[in-house]
């Protein structure tokens, strides 16, 4: 069983919404809480940039391209992470990594998904 499952990519128009959603089925509690989570994507022939980031303790940080359109919640309780995409451009297609530093500095990345918005 992977350490992070992402779920939500897919298709959309230029304007339209996704919800991404990453779990971390293999993390107990006690470890899921404390750790930063954060999204990144990957646009073709570009390299891989942080989206948003939210700390254990809630805190939250965004690229300047997705400030205002984008935003990154946690539910510990479901060991669960979501980026909520708003208003989304064609220059947001890209493949969207889950991404885990648990608090003993190992990190984890999910497999990726795609998501792809038409002008």
């Known amino acids: 069983q992977p350490q992070l499952v992402e779920s939500g990519g897919g298709s959309v128009q230029a304007g339209g919404s996704l919800r991404l959603s990453c779990k971390a089925p293999?993390?107990?509690?006690?470890?899921?809480?404390?750790?930063?989570m954060a999204w990144y994507r990957q646009p073709p022939g570009k390299e891989r940039e942080l989206v948003a980031s939210?700390?254990?303790?809630?805190?939250?940080n965004y690229a300047d391209s997705v400030k205002g359109r984008f935003t990154i919640s946690r539910d510990n309780g479901k060991k669960m992470v979501y980026l909520q995409m708003n208003s989304l451009k064609p220059e947001d297609t890209a493949v969207y990594y889950c991404?885990?530093?648990?608090?003993?500095?190992?990190?984890?990345w999910g497999q990726g998904t795609q998501v792809t918005v038409a002008s």
């Open positions: 991404n885990q530093v648990q608090q003993n500095g190992v990190t984890y």
């Open positions: 293999r993390n107990i509690l006690s470890v899921f809480s404390p750790s930063d």
């Open positions: 939210i700390r254990g303790d809630r805190s939250t």
